[in-house]
C-alpha cells in the first residue's frame, strides 16, 4: 500500500505490576531494585502529571499545562473540510505522513460502520478528512501494523477483520483468515508479523494469526490461547469462519478473558484489557507468560473501571499505559509502571457527558498530541496538547 509506514518498531515499557519473574522472563531485564523501583535502564518518571485543573471549555478536566481543542462532531463537517464525521467515533490510531504531518484513523462503531480519517500538516492544522473504509457494521476497535496500515475490527459475531490505507489511497480490504468472530482489537508484533486479537465476550479468548508470509494477511493460521494444568499454549482453530460452531468454542482447554477489548504490542509482550472483571493484563511473547498489571478488585484505591481503549506513552514514560473508560466518570486513568505497587491514576476525565464512554486514545507520530472521543450524544473527537513526559 501506498499509506504512510507506521513506526515498524515500538520501543519498551515498563508496565506496573509486573511481578519480578515476568520482568525477567518477558523483558529480560534483570533484577527489580528494593522498595519495588523501576529497573535500572529504565529512566524514572513522576508517578502522575499532577491534580486535574477545572474543566476547560470543551469540558475536559487536564492537568496543569495542557490544553484542549475539539477536531470533529458527530453529524457536522470537520473544520475546514466537506466531510460530516461519523456517528461513533471508537478506536483509533495515529500515522506519519510526509512533510512531517500525520493521519489520526477513527472507526464507526454504529450499526453503518466504517472508518473515516483527519490529516493534519506539520503545524498541527487539519487539511482534509474522508471516509477510508464502508459497507461493514459496528467497526469497534483495531490496530496499527508495522507495514503502516490500520487494522479495523467488527464488533459482531460474523465480524471480520478489514486492513485499511490511512490515507484513503486504496481500497479496504476484508482479511478473513484472521477469524470471524466478535473482533475487538488487534496488535502486531513488528519482528515476525504475527496478529493478537481481542474478543469482546464474556467467554472470550486471546487469538494470535501467524500469517503464511510476515506483513501479509492474506493466508495464514489462527490460533487460540489454551491453558492446561497452568501451562499456555497456542492452538489451530480448526474453522477461522466460526460456523457453525464460535472460533471461541472449537479448541479444548482454550484460555477464557472476560470482555476483551484493547490491546497493544510493546517489545516482545502485548498488554490488553477485559471490562467484564476491569483487569488490564499482559502476555509476554518470549517467556510465554501471562501476568495482571491491573485488577481493579484487588487495587487498594481502584480509580481506574470499565477499561476499554488503550495506548501506550513514549519512552522513557513508555511505563504509563493510557487506558480508556467505558462510562462511569469518563476518564482516561494511566496504569503506572514506575512502582510495582498496582497503582493507577487519572490523567483526563469528560465532564457534561451522560451515556457515552471514552475511546481512540492515540498518540501523534511526535508524541506531543493525544487523541480520544467522547463516543455518544453527540460523538466528539479530541485533541489534547502538553507537556507529555518525553525524556
Known sequence: MQAARARATLLPMRAESLRREFLRDVLGSGVVL??????????PVSADYGPLEPADANGLMLPKGFTS??????????SGTKYTWHPNPDGGACFPVAGGGWIYVS??????????????????????????????????????TPWGTWLSCEEISDGLVYECDPAGVNAAVARPALGRFNHEAAAVDPVNGHVYLTEDSSTGA????????????????????TETSGVLSWKTVPDPDGSPTATRSQVTDTRRFNGGEGIW???HYVAFTTKGDNKVWAYGIEGNVLTTLYDAA????????????????????ANHLFVAEDGGNMEICAVDGSHLDGKAYVFCRITGRSGSEVTGPAFSPDYKRLYFSSQRSPG????????????
Open 206 to 225: 486471546l487469538y494470535r494469526f501467524v500469517p503464511a508470509t510476515t506483513g501479509n494477511l492474506a493466508t495464514g493460521v489462527l490460533q487460540v490461547l
Open 380 to 391: 466528539e473527537t479530541f485533541e489534547v496538547t502538553g507537556p507529555f513526559k518525553l525524556g
Open 107 to 144: 472507526n464507526d462503531e454504529s450499526s453503518s460502520g466504517g472508518c473515516s480519517m483527519v490529516r493534519f500538516d506539520a503545524e498541527g492544522t487539519i487539511v482534509e478528512a474522508k471516509q477510508i473504509l464502508s459497507g461493514t457494521r459496528r467497526n469497534c476497535a483495531g490496530g496499527p
Open 34 to 43: 528494593a522498595g519495588g523501583a523501576l529497573l535500572p535502564g529504565c529512566q
Open 69 to 78: 481543542r475539539v477536531i470533529a462532531v458527530s453529524g457536522q463537517k470537520v
Open 298 to 317: 484487588s487495587t487498594t484505591t481502584p480509580v481506574l473501571g470499565g477499561v476499554d481503549n488503550i495506548t501506550i506513552a513514549p519512552e522513557p514514560a
Open 265 to 267: 504490542y510493546r517489545a
